[in-house]
């Protein structure tokens, strides 16, 4: 045993340690701002603040409770700084704690305890995802030792056992909102094991209680409920809308199928045949609404072999075979529709709570083909390795990207154009994130990229001149995200895949300089091609090729005409917009302002304007702003013209 337990621990650290000096990638950023956070307001430290698409956001809308932002604000009091390596080794104690304690529970689920430990080590997920500094394997480590500990304890009746299973329990609450889901797998398991315990059913329910004491002390300290905040995020961002539920579901069926690799899953539930003949014809089927919503075989395979999954695991709840196997469908059955509802983005790492029950399941059914087993072990194994790869190289890609532009930005004002690990290194050079509106300057220099989640900006009355550009290209054709890519590993935004092939670039960043140009207009039409370089600030893109919306505040610069003349604007206020009174000025001084009853098109006029200077600055501000959702934008009006 204590070889086959040393095996566990050599996979893990084979695993890691080639990735240890893994650039800041994902969410990672989100983490260690709320980590900074931490470090003047340690009781709150998801009350940081930090830009998400070109908005500044509120931690304490942030999906994950403190767990996780607590583990890196103590590596940096300890460090001082973030540091790639150190940080990836200490987290591999998340791993190595999800691994032994699946070891444990594959010691008492599992004929082949050793196959089905490795079977979940090799789950794609975890060999990438454990590669972040993400709250995924902080989740993971505390929902296996849970699991784990609490078996133990019930199969013993041991209450030393139960109190050691309260730990993990109640650090899983703090971790992820969908800790809660383990309660009513423990409590399934206590009622068929032990239902007359009653303080394990009270221990059981300690993520719930840990997360009402959570917001309960939030919101006595703060005024305000975590869960209220991240409420309104959801409703403002349009998260659960009902097509991204449609899309979250479609791509979780995709990651149930490439979960374990899909031929040895396939084999597992077609060995065991849970169901009569007579229905096997309905089960091959399954792919086939895979196959409509995308054609590619990775994602109607993956689907297809999802859908019979979640139909093997509900006979196997309702006629099981054993107590063994019945508890572990019930778990991942729990949990999957747990993410229907609760998820909407149909990430792949959303799923890492129940592969460990998949894994024992597919063992278990093929536990005499040991050959079947450590082929498909292999594929997986070699799957898994090849995507941390790629991820590698993406995320080490803006690294490289923002070192090179140390030396040619060193004294002028950088703005980044783009979220994740390219935000982090830019920022560490001095860079800062730009937001919506941003007034862009010459002198300036932009970094933007094609895929992490770029702005429309302009550029102030000035000319972008390219500085330099890179493409972020992987060795391997395999694409976890990237342009083009239609893959939900982290999104299903782009499209439905559990990964996609490609032999494109996955990203092209670049950096532009903002170069002085003198406005050419005078009369400034928001179809014109001079329009982004005229407009400062305030006014979003070009819409139906005729007309933009502005903010509360719009800037742009003009030609100043030849002769005194009046100023006018082109403006429609939409039956939404509650902005009725609209100002204007020049160069810093009104010269118009009217109240407009009710919506409409209108045109406000200055009187002719004689002025002193090659050109002017003209501001257009309104007195109120809306929004929709899944629109962050705040809005005011829509313009057609401005001009002279």
């Not at 394990?200 to 919101?219: D, H, I, K, N």
């Not at 045109?603 to 007195?623: K, Y």
Request: hydrophobic share 55%; net charge positive.
């Amino acid at each position: 045993m204590c070889l086959r337990l040393l095996l566990v621990v050599a996979l893990v650290l084979a695993l890691r340690l080639p990735f240890l000096d893994q650039a800041i990638q994902g969410d990672d950023v989100n983490y260690l701002a709320g980590a900074q956070h931490a470090q003047i307001d340690p009781l709150h430290p998801n009350h940081a603040r930090y830009p998400f698409l070109g908005q500044v956001v509120d931690m304490r809308g942030h999906p994950h409770p403190p767990l996780n932002t607590w583990v890196l604000a103590l590596l940096l009091a300890l460090m001082g700084d973030v540091y790639e390596v150190p940080y990836h080794a200490v987290y591999i104690v998340f791993s190595l704690v999800a691994a032994l304690a699946m070891w444990s529970l594959a010691r008492r689920f599992s004929p082949r305890p050793l196959t089905a430990t490795l079977l979940f080590l090799a789950v794609p997920a975890f060999v990438v995802n454990g590669n972040s500094l993400e709250a995924d394997l902080p989740l993971l480590a505390c929902w296996m030792a849970a699991v784990a500990l609490f078996v133990k304890a019930v199969d013993l009746r041991s209450a030393r056992w139960l109190a050691v299973a309260a730990v993990p329990l109640a650090l899983a609450g703090l971790a992820a909102y969908q800790a809660v889901l383990i309660v009513p797998v423990l409590w399934l398991y206590l009622w068929w094991r032990a239902r007359e315990w009653r303080p394990a059913w009270l221990v059981a329910a300690t993520p719930l209680l840990m997360l009402g004491l959570w917001q309960c002390y939030e919101r006595l300290s703060t005024g305000a409920l975590p869960a209220s905040v991240l409420a309104g995020y959801l409703h403002g961002y349009g998260f659960q809308a009902f097509t991204r539920k449609i899309a979250n579901a479609a791509a979780l069926v995709g990651h149930a199928g490439w979960m374990i690799f899909p031929a040895l899953t396939a084999a597992a539930f077609w060995k065991s045949r849970p169901w009569p003949r007579t229905a096997e014809p309905m089960l091959l089927a399954a792919a086939v609404p895979g196959a409509l919503l995308d054609p590619h075989p990775l994602y109607w395979i993956g689907f297809g072999v999802g859908a019979t999954t979640l139909v093997w695991l509900a006979v196997e709840v309702q006629v099981p075979r054993d107590a063994k196997s019945r508890f572990l469908a019930a778990w991942f059955l729990i949990f999957f529709g747990g993410a229907l509802v609760v998820f909407f983005a149909g990430s792949a790492r959303y799923l890492l709570p129940i592969a460990a029950p998949l894994a024992l399941l597919v063992s278990n059914a093929l536990a005499d083909r040991p050959r079947w087993l450590f082929a498909g072990l292999a594929a997986q194994l070699l799957l898994s390795l090849s995507l941390s790869v790629v991820n590698y190289q993406h995320w080490d890609g803006y690294r490289r990207f923002a070192h090179s532009l140390a030396g040619q930005t060193a004294d002028k004002r950088v703005w980044i154009n783009g979220e994740w690990g390219l935000r982090f290194y830019l920022e560490a050079q001095g860079g800062l994130p730009l937001l919506r509106g941003q007034a862009v300057q010459p002198g300036d220099v932009v970094v933007s990229s094609q895929l992490a989640l770029p702005l429309e900006f302009t550029t102030g009355g000035g000319a972008r001149a390219p500085l330099a550009e890179q493409q972020i290209r992987a060795r391997l054709p395999l694409r976890l995200v990237g342009l083009g890519a239609r893959s939900a590993y982290s999104s299903a935004a782009a499209g439905p895949r559990p990964f996609d092939l490609s032999l494109g670039p996955i990203d092209i960043v670049r950096a532009e300089a903002i170069l002085e140009r003198p406005p050419a207009l005078s009369l400034l039409t928001m179809s014109a091609p001079e329009a982004e370089n005229q407009i400062v600030s305030g006014i979003h893109q070009l819409e139906s090729g005729r007309w933009r919306w502005m903010g509360d505040r719009a800037v742009l610069l003009l030609k100043a005409p030849p002769a005194p003349a009046p100023l006018r604007v082109t403006l429609f206020i939409p039956d939404q917009a509650p902005a009725r009174r609209v100002t204007l000025s020049v160069d810093g001084r009104t010269v118009a302002e009217q109240l407009y009853p009710r919506p409409g098109s209108y045109t406000l006029v200055s009187a002719p304007l004689a002025l002193s200077g090659p050109t002017a600055t003209v501001t257009l501000t309104v007195d109120k702003t809306f929004s929709v959702p899944g629109d962050h934008r705040r809005l005011g009006l829509i313009l057609s013209e401005v001009g002279f």
